[in-house]
């Protein structure tokens, strides 16, 4: 996260330069005055915060289980979006939402009766491996302490 992030922000500070229009911002009420200058800002600054803690945990499930399992929590998130659409939004619910929907919440619990199964054969992961039982401890490296060992394995040898 350390390295990507600020690829990302630069990144997406040109793309904004270059795309966004800019001879706009002065007629926009979100600017228009010190109230409003402060309210966005603080508005951009939960949201930022929010997307940053998100990532976090994305990252710490995926270390401490796999892939797999983020994907899954992923779909699910999106039929709940599709729900609060419905019936806080008042969005039409289609056919094809309901489809979707119903494949989603299919699939799902298709995922969660395999890794049930496999789990009381023998607890095996999502490739294939015997993988040992898990503690509850998030288990993620930090890089910066990985090269503090090696530098200090190095001057050791």
Do not use: C
Not at 56 to 78: F, M, N, P, Q
């Amino acid at each position: 996260m350390s390295h990507v992030t600020p690829v990302m922000a630069i990144a997406t500070m040109v793309l904004s330069l270059l795309l966004d229009p800019w001879s706009d911002f002065r007629k926009n009420t979100y600017f228009d005055n010190p109230w409003h200058v402060m309210r966005s800002f603080l508005l951009m600054l939960i949201g930022g915060s929010l997307a940053f803690f998100m990532v976090l945990t994305e990252y710490i499930l995926v270390s401490a289980t796999s892939a797999i399992t983020v994907t899954i929590a992923g779909v699910v998130k999106e039929a709940v979006t599709i729900l609060v659409a419905v019936f806080y939004f008042h969005d039409e619910f289609t056919w094809l939402k309901g489809v979707g929907l119903t494949t989603t919440m299919v699939g799902v619990s298709l995922f969660n009766w395999y890794k049930y199964e496999k789990f009381k054969k023998g607890q095996i992961n999502e490739d294939g491996v015997d993988s040992p039982s898990f503690s509850g401890d998030a288990k993620y490296i930090i890089l910066d302490d990985l090269e503090d060992e090696d530098g200090f394995l190095d001057e050791d040898t």
